[in-house]
């Protein structure tokens, strides 16, 4: 079994920050890209950034400049800090990666989500 632990969501004031976090735990043997996706009331879930397992990153348009992805491969752990955020960063955001259990093709995972709420 595998899980996706999600922190760090909340509510902030436009221009503020915050910093989620994603542990994978469970009977892990690779993980490969790690990535978050976020999905507002009414609207299809959209990604956010991700980050290969060997540090490569892609981001929305929309985040670009403000969010960035990390992840700390000892701990098996994905970052999003998010700076300068606005109302229309509002969203449950879902932590989403490729984990292999056993040697061969990974699997698609996803954690229960974190709601960020940005309004004054």
């Known amino acids: 079994q595998v899980q996706l632990v999600e922190s760090g969501g909340g509510l902030v004031q436009p221009g503020g920050s915050l910093r989620l976090s994603c542990a994978a735990s469970g009977s892990i043997f690779s993980i490969y890209a790690m990535g978050w996706y976020r999905q507002a009331p009414g609207k299809q879930r959209e990604l956010v950034a991700a980050i290969t397992s060997g540090g490569s990153t892609n981001y929305a348009d929309s985040v670009k400049g403000r969010f960035t992805i990390s992840r700390d491969n000892a701990k098996n752990t994905v970052y999003l800090q998010m700076n300068s955020l606005k109302p229309e960063d509002t969203a449950v955001y879902y932590c989403?990666?490729?984990?292999?259990?056993?040697?061969?093709?990974?699997?698609?995972?996803w954690g229960q989500g974190t709601q960020v709420t940005v309004s004054s």
């Open positions: 989403n990666a490729g984990i292999a259990t056993l040697p061969g093709e990974p699997y698609d995972y």
